[in-house]
């Protein structure tokens, strides 16, 4: 397992993968919160030919890197979305998919939990408002 840093670049990480090297990131940014934060560290692998609907994915977009959830595929086009945010990126070619994010049980299970109490507390703001009264 290799770990990435930013002296690698795409053309590196692409022959490496392609390789069958297996590599470590580290996630920066809050796009993909509850499921990754930053400081998480993640592997990659080369894309598979049927890159799915639901797969996290590294995507090329004006140079720099995007770790987001694909939303929806429009073949060669393929959209992504953080799942923080209601934005969709794209359309990115196919070719545009450097890596495959391979997410672990562990942030599954705490993916899980994090996404229910952020239901819960966006349950609970929407009640809020039948409940309190504005200050006038």
């Known amino acids: 397992m290799v770990p990435v840093n930013e002296c690698f670049t795409e053309k590196i990480v692409k022959e490496m993968l392609t390789a069958g090297v297996p590599l470590r990131v580290k996630i920066r940014g809050f796009s ?12 990659l692998r080369a894309p598979e030919e049927d890159i799915k ?3 996290v994915v590294i995507v090329k977009d004006k140079g720099t890197l995007l ?9 060669p086009w393929v959209y992504t979305g953080g799942d923080f945010s209601p934005r ?12 495959v994010v391979i997410v672990e049980n562990q942030w599954k299970i705490r993916g899980w939990i994090d996404r229910f109490f952020v239901k ?5 703001k929407r009640l809020r408002r039948f409940f309190v009264k504005p200050e006038e």
């Open 32 to 43: 993909m919160l509850p499921l990754l934060r930053p400081g998480d560290m993640v592997e």
């Open 88 to 99: 969709v990126e794209g359309p990115f070619h196919i070719h545009d998919v450097l890596a």
């Open 120 to 124: 819960v507390s966006l349950f609970v």
């Open 53 to 55: 609907k639901g797969d």
């Open 67 to 75: 770790c987001h959830r694909v939303v929806n595929i429009d073949y």
